[in-house]
């Protein structure tokens, strides 16, 4: 596909102007976030912008409404929103696209792929390179439940067993690795996208749109080959399942903090899913 602009996905730093201000565009490694993040970022977009938090397909967070400084956010809010802890890097704003099935280390799947996001999230805000991927550039990890197989679109993987799994690269399949590697083989992959993307307005956004592949293809492991349906709404395997609709206020999270949940999952299917809590531990 030829590009005729560079990627303009909008982030913190540089929002999208909008009508109605800035829409600013807050990456969630993973979808994992502590409520009270949640709950500062609420009261940011309460002062700020239009008091609402949205979330997107890629179970990031949206703020609409936000006040402008050029083609920035203006400095106040800006101050505000890193206070959340949401941003903890500004050079790495739009790259921490990083989707992982909700209910990983909760319930169900191959494997806790928990330790997997935050090793990948690290090694994006480690390299200074790597701020240079495009904003709409997406690392889906499927723990092997299948919930995500409609969303591998640059690299990402998908267990296969507690201990292994195999690597997706564009729509098809890479190597088989260990867990404990895997970040630092999407990492080494997303370096050599970067060399090969080519440079100014045509540069590839995504891995399927290279001239070359960016692997040698492998075939699919048994199990990798994985699929089911999206999350449903209400009481889940290891939790609730909440529908945003129109957005969350400060309102609906000030009763959400009441239901003992310490952190909380934005959930690719426009919701949040609530952990239930941990039994109490026996004496």
């Known amino acids: ?3 005729s602009r560079p990627d303009r996905c909008p982030g913190i730093v540089h929002p999208w102007p909008a009508e109605d201000g800035g829409l600013v565009r807050i990456r969630v490694p993973g979808g994992q976030l ?10 940011v977009a309460t002062e700020h912008g239009d ?3 949205r979330t997107t397909g890629r179970a990031n967070l949206q703020v609409r409404g936000m006040p402008v400084d050029g083609d920035r956010l203006a400095e106040p809010a800006l101050a505000a929103l890193e206070a959340t802890g949401l941003l903890p890097s500004r050079a790495h704003d739009r790259v921490r696209n990083v989707l992982a099935s909700p209910q990983t280390g909760l319930t169900g799947g191959r494997a806790d792929l928990r330790p997997v996001v935050a090793a990948l999230d690290a090694h994006l805000l480690a390299d200074e390179s790597l701020a240079e991927l495009p904003g709409r550039f997406l690392f889906t990890l499927d723990d092997g439940r299948g919930d995500l197989a409609d969303r591998h679109k640059d690299l990402g993987l998908v267990a296969l067993d507690g201990t292994r799994a195999q690597l997706r690269v564009g729509e098809g399949y890479g190597d088989v690795v260990a867990l404990d590697d895997a970040a630092a083989a999407l990492v080494a992959l997303a370096h050599h996208f970067l060399s090969a993307r080519g440079t100014g307005p045509a540069a590839a956004w995504h891995v399927d749109e ?11 492991e048994p199990g990798a080959d994985v699929r089911s349906a999206p999350l449903a709404f209400g009481t889940v395997p290891g939790g609730e399942h909440l529908a945003v609709g129109d957005g969350l206020t400060l309102n609906d999270l000030t009763t959400m903090a009441g239901r003992s949940a310490a952190s909380v999952v934005i959930t690719p299917w426009h919701g949040v899913l609530i952990p239930a809590p941990l039994p109490e ?3």
Do not use: F, K, N, Q
Request: aromatic share 0%; glycine share 4%; net charge negative.
């Open 51 to 53: 008091g609402r938090i």
């Open 281 to 283: 531990e026996t004496p």
């Open 210 to 220: 290279l001239a070359d592949p960016l692997v040698v293809p492998s075939p699919p």
């Open 1 to 3: 596909m030829a590009r």
């Open 34 to 43: 502590p409520l009270s993040s949640l709950v500062a970022l609420a009261e």
